[in-house]
């Protein structure tokens, strides 16, 4: 297959081996994307005049033809094809003639590259989305059913005061709403066309952006053809810190599963299945999966920074350092992907001790209670405050183990329906 680039000679093998590097492997993810890019141009062609509406039609039956191909698993690569915008061309060469070379007009491999990676993400943020919101779902629903089996809570690692798996579990659902205004922005700014921007300096050709705009469903267009350009990289760097919030959350969760798993704690528990054991110590069982959802995170908490570094120093224009960034990124959307499904297959088989607080050593959890019912009666803050104090040092310190909060976000209040619409609205933003 000739290079769609041939100026007549070929490169060192060396030389193109090392430039092609994975692009080629992770390129088959982009196939079905290229097409649907390739699709939209050839319309805008004929619309201003540059392809006739016969060619467009054969163009666009074989466009679909290659689609299916991707679609059914049996679209490929071949060896010499450099990338997957030069086998789709090529093929339509093979295929079409003249006509096939057509396509090209009115674009580069530079902005061509763009949407492909621009639609693929865009797939890829609402399958992350749809990810955090089962997990959310899940761990809502886990808040209501166990909102009045109570927690010890620790502050400094030490006994502190009652907490709840209410609090708990609704905690970190709410926590990943957060994550998801993240997301949200990562989607704005993936969500514009960069079609027409060429090399990154435009056309002469009088090609209409608005028209591929809204054939490709982009919410908005990169106006500046130099400003679209510059996206490569920015997009990519915006995702990356939007999965390191969310892996940030999943990996202060998977911490307290490890944790609250353990003996000394004792909180939870799960199947023998879920867990592993001891090759040597038959009473183990080890949260493995817990611990891996926890490194994974932090690698994927790496990412923005890896990708910044690789994007640094570099002045406008397309430069080949962007090639890497997709050995980067995909897997590590794929790794996301993963986290928040095992999340969600473990906490869906979690049980929780109902029983903890049973254990003499969490008494002084409920000092501050005690604290607040003496001023509730009539004493000041700071002399209950001594009283309660004193009886502990005196070992003189009795509790009932009861908590009555009632504001809006405590144990008593958990504002689960409140916490379930600002979700929603998030969600809403992804429209």
């Known amino acids: 297959m000739s290079k769609i680039w041939n100026k007549g000679f070929d490169a060192d093998k060396a030389v193109l081996n090392f430039t092609v590097g994975k692009d080629r492997e992770l390129d088959l993810r982009l196939a079905k994307y290229d097409i649907i890019g390739s699709l939209a141009h050839i319309k805008m062609l004929t619309k201003i005049g540059l392809m006739q509406p016969e060619e467009e039609k054969v163009l666009r039956a074989e466009l679909q033809n290659i689609l299916k191909e991707v679609e059914n698993g049996n679209f490929a690569l071949d060896d010499d094809a450099?990338?997957?915008?030069?086998?789709?061309?090529?093929?339509?060469?093979?295929?079409?003639?003249?006509?096939?070379?057509?396509?090209?007009?009115?674009?580069?491999?530079?902005?061509?590259?763009?949407?492909?990676?621009?639609?693929?993400?865009?797939?890829?943020?609402?399958?992350?989305?749809?990810?955090?919101?089962?997990?959310?779902?899940?761990?809502?629903?886990?808040?209501?059913?166990?909102?009045?089996?109570?927690?010890p809570g620790y502050t400094h690692g030490q006994i502190a005061m009652p907490s709840s798996f209410g609090l708990w579990f609704g905690a970190y659902a709410e926590t990943l709403i957060d994550d998801m205004h993240t997301l949200v922005a990562a989607w704005n700014v993936t969500n514009q066309n960069p079609l027409g921007s060429a090399a990154g300096y435009g056309s002469s050709?009088?090609?209409?952006?608005?028209?591929?705009?809204?054939?490709?469903?982009?919410?908005?267009?990169?106006?500046?053809?130099?400003?679209?350009?510059?996206?490569?990289?920015?997009t990519e760097r915006i995702l990356a810190q939007a999965m390191a919030n969310i892996a940030f959350t999943l990996n202060k969760l998977a911490d307290d599963n490890c944790q609250y798993l353990s003996g000394n704690y004792a909180f939870i528990s799960y199947p023998k299945e879920l867990t592993t054991g001891s090759s040597i110590m038959p009473h183990k069982k080890n949260p493995d999966?817990?611990?891996?959802?926890?490194?994974?995170?932090?690698?994927?908490?790496?990412?923005?920074?890896?990708?910044?570094?690789?994007?640094?120093?570099?002045?406008?224009?397309?430069?080949?350092?962007?090639?890497?960034?997709?050995?980067?990124?995909?897997?590590?959307?794929?790794?996301?992907?993963?986290?928040?499904?095992?999340?969600?297959?473990?906490?869906?088989?979690?049980?929780?001790?109902?029983?903890?607080?049973?254990?003499?050593?969490?008494?002084?959890?409920?000092?501050?209670?005690?604290?607040?019912?003496?001023?509730?009666?009539?004493?000041?803050?700071?002399?209950?405050?001594?009283?309660?104090?004193?009886?502990?040092?005196?070992?003189?310190?009795?509790?009932?183990?009861?908590?009555?909060?009632?504001?809006?976000?405590?144990?008593?209040?958990?504002?689960?329906?409140?916490?379930?619409?600002?979700?929603?609205?998030?969600?809403?933003?992804?429209?």
């Open 82 to 151: 450099e990338d997957i915008h030069s086998q789709v061309e090529s093929m339509l060469i093979n295929k079409l003639g003249e006509i096939g070379k057509k396509i090209h007009s009115g674009r580069s491999r530079n902005d061509q590259v763009l949407v492909d990676l621009k639609l693929f993400l865009k797939d890829e943020i609402l399958s992350i989305k749809d990810g955090v919101v089962s997990l959310f779902d899940l761990l809502q629903s886990l808040s209501e059913t166990h909102k009045d089996v109570l927690l």
């Open 205 to 234: 050709f009088p090609i209409d952006r608005d028209m591929t705009t809204q054939e490709l469903n982009f919410a908005t267009m990169n106006y500046n053809v130099i400003a679209a350009q510059m996206g490569r990289g920015k």
């Open 289 to 431: 999966v817990w611990e891996l959802i926890r490194a994974h995170s932090n690698r994927l908490q790496s990412l923005p920074n890896e990708l910044a570094l690789m994007t640094t120093n570099i002045p406008h224009g397309y430069h080949r350092d962007y090639q890497l960034l997709k050995e980067v990124l995909f897997p590590a959307i794929e790794t996301l992907r993963e986290l928040l499904a095992m999340s969600c297959f473990m906490l869906e088989q979690v049980s929780v001790n109902k029983n903890i607080l049973d254990d003499a050593k969490y008494d002084y959890l409920f000092t501050v209670e005690e604290v607040n019912r003496r001023v509730l009666e009539g004493t000041t803050f700071r002399d209950a405050y001594i009283q309660v104090g004193q009886e502990v040092q005196n070992n003189q310190f009795v509790s009932n183990k009861e908590v009555n909060h009632t504001h809006q976000g405590s144990i008593g209040n958990l504002c689960t329906e409140e916490i379930q619409e600002k979700m929603k609205r998030v969600v809403g933003l992804f429209s």
